[in-house]
Each structure stands twice: as structure tokens, then as C-alpha cells.
């Protein structure tokens, strides 16, 4: 069975700083791991992805994200915060052979300042 | 390229109240999900349909049946609304099962 734990539910960064969101995950098999941002009230939005390869990932809008499998993590990180960044953000994870079954994380609302 | 569609956006049910939810993509997707949203609980699964003319339970089917009708289509329906099911509704879609899924704008269902 697979999980996926978002520490942190409210995170709030000033304008410019350092986003940082972190995503711990559980699978019996290598996973496939995304984040997806939510507008609100909008669907969700794809930021990213690792299914093979590279750990690195780089995504959409400046975020990117590292595959750390002996920490089993995924944290996603921004340099530089912007206002427009303001959104809830969900760590997903699925195997590859469960017909793309997405388990998610419970979400982190971000909150930018100025 | 509309990508993903649900209607309603929003309904109001009375307790014991049936309704169907749509879905349809036009991205010619072959796999279709349907998720719920709660405060603190992330999205969860509902049920989901791996290609044209299958479908199977997910995390949470209990009180939901659903239809594929044909590649494009993928419906949702409450028989009996319980204000449990009071939740937003996402339908989502993806080339094969393990791809990105496409999200569609969801609808907002309050059941009293």
C-alpha cells in the first residue's frame, strides 16, 4: 500500500524568500511521485513529475522537486517566492502497475507576504 | 481543446436525492477518474475507469456508481445523497494509467 504525508498545512513565505514544501512518502514498489498545485477554486494542475531518471526534477513556474529514495522524499522548492504563488499544493504518489491510482497528501495551503 | 469538462459547477441535493455528475474529456484519454476533495483530506479516489468499457472501485466507492459510457464520457451518480457526500467532485483523465492526469474544473455538491 502507498501513502504520502505533507508535513505542514498552512505555510507562509515572504515575497522573495524560499518556498519549501515537504512530501514523505510510503510504496512497496519504486513509485511515480508528482506534485499538483490548486488554484482557488480551480482543478488541480500538474507542477511536475519523476517516474524514472534523473532525481532532479524542474517543473513548471520555477519549482522543482528531488527524488531522495533513501529518505523517501519528494520535497518541492522554489528560489524566490511570488505573490502568484499563493495556492494549495498536493504531493501525489502512484506505482506503476495500479492503472495510475493517485494516492495524494493531505495538501499545504502557502500564504505569500509581501 | 477544452480539455476537461464537469457539469454542474454547483448543486444543493435534499438527504435521499439522486443525481448524476458529468465528465468528458476531449483528449481522446483512454483512462478516467473520479475524485472527491474534503478539507484535510487531500483528493481521494472514488472510482476510476482504466479504458473504454471498465471500471473499478477506488478508496472510496461506497454511496457512488459510475458509467463509462464511451472513451469520452465517464459520469458519476449518487442514488440516495447523505450530507456525507456534502464534498468537491474532480474528474480527471490520462493518456494510460500511469501519465499525468488532467483535471477537470470541478463540481461543488452540498447535500442537507
Known amino acids: 500500500a502507498q501513502s504520502v504525508t505533507q508535513l505542514g498545512s498552512h505555510v507562509s513565505v515572504s515575497e522573495g524568500a524560499l518556498v519549501l514544501l515537504r512530501c514523505n512518502y510510503s510504496?512497496?514498489?519504486?513509485?511515480?511521485l508528482f506534485w499538483y498545485v490548486q488554484y482557488p477554486n480551480q482543478g488541480l494542475q500538474l507542477l511536475l513529475k519523476?517516474?524514472?531518471?534523473?532525481?532532479l526534477v524542474k517543473g513548471i513556474n520555477g519549482f522543482e522537486a528531488e527524488f531522495k529514495k533513501s529518505e523517501t522524499s519528494f520535497h518541492l522548492t522554489k528560489p524566490s517566492a511570488h505573490m502568484s504563488d499563493a495556492a494549495e499544493y498536493f504531493c501525489?504518489?502512484?506505482?506503476?502497475?495500479?492503472?495510475?491510482?493517485?494516492?495524494f497528501g493531505a495538501g499545504t495551503q502557502v500564504v505569500v507576504t509581501p | 481543446n477544452a480539455g476537461v469538462t464537469q457539469t454542474p459547477k454547483f448543486q444543493v441535493l435534499k438527504t435521499g436525492q439522486s443525481m448524476t455528475l458529468q465528465c468528458a474529456q476531449d483528449?481522446?484519454?483512454?483512462?478516467m477518474y473520479w475524485y472527491r476533495q474534503d478539507p484535510g483530506m487531500g483528493l481521494r479516489l472514488i472510482y476510476y475507469?482504466?479504458?473504454?468499457?471498465?471500471?473499478d472501485k477506488g478508496e472510496v466507492p461506497n454511496g457512488y456508481n459510475v458509467s463509462r459510457l464511451n472513451k469520452r464520457e465517464f459520469s458519476l451518480r449518487l442514488e440516495s445523497a447523505a450530507p456525507s457526500q456534502t464534498s468537491v467532485y474532480f474528474c480527471?483523465?490520462?493518456?494510460?494509467?500511469?501519465?499525468?492526469?488532467?483535471f477537470g474544473p470541478g463540481t461543488r455538491l452540498t447535500v442537507l
Open positions: 480527471a483523465s490520462s493518456e494510460q494509467g500511469a501519465d499525468t492526469q488532467y
Open positions: 510504496s512497496s514498489v519504486p513509485p511515480y
Open positions: 519523476y517516474t524514472t531518471g534523473a532525481t
Open positions: 501525489a504518489v502512484s506505482e506503476p502497475d495500479s492503472w495510475g491510482k493517485l494516492q
Open positions: 483528449m481522446n484519454h483512454n483512462s
Open positions: 475507469s482504466a479504458s473504454e468499457g471498465t471500471t
